[in-house]
């Protein structure tokens, strides 16, 4: 279903947290992403702003390798509260973060 990893996804909530000082940081995460894990940050976003429900998630995958107009990393950069809308879709899609979250704040 989705092509990214629940990790990735934590260290993309954990760096749009601080997109203050930290844009740089996850522009390049963004840039080490290939473009089916974009895909799937962008669905995992709509789903978690309640764009598409979670049961929708293959047309949510869809939408966003159809109809992208402008760069993934932009279009998410400019996302507000991107760090609230992956984690609930996430949620939404039975894959709690919290894990991953712990590891990479502690370091493993």
């Given at each position: 279903?989705?092509?990214?990893?629940?990790?990735?996804?934590?260290?993309?909530?954990?760096m749009g947290r601080?997109?203050?000082?930290?844009?740089?940081?996850?522009?390049?995460?963004?840039?080490?992403?290939?473009?089916?894990?974009?895909?799937?940050?962008?669905?995992?976003?709509?789903?978690g702003r309640e764009?598409?429900d979670a049961d929708?998630?293959?047309?949510?995958?869809?939408?966003?390798?159809?109809?992208?107009?402008?760069?993934?990393?932009?279009?998410?950069?400019?996302?507000?509260?991107?760090?609230?809308?992956?984690?609930?879709?996430?949620?939404?899609?039975?894959?709690?973060?919290?894990?991953?979250?712990?590891?990479?704040?502690?370091?493993?």
């Amino acid at each position: 279903m989705l092509d990214i990893s629940p990790r990735k996804v934590a260290q993309v909530v954990l760096m749009g947290r601080e997109l203050g000082r930290a844009e740089r940081e996850l522009r390049g995460f963004f840039e080490s992403l290939n473009e089916e894990e974009m895909v799937s940050l962008v669905a995992i976003m709509w789903v978690g702003r309640e764009s598409f429900d979670a049961d929708d998630i293959n047309e949510a995958l869809r939408t966003a390798r159809e109809e992208r107009t402008a760069p993934s990393a932009d279009y998410l950069l400019g996302t507000p509260h991107l760090s609230d809308h992956l984690e609930n879709g996430m949620d939404a899609l039975g894959v709690s973060l919290m894990d991953d979250e712990d590891d990479l704040l502690s370091g493993h």
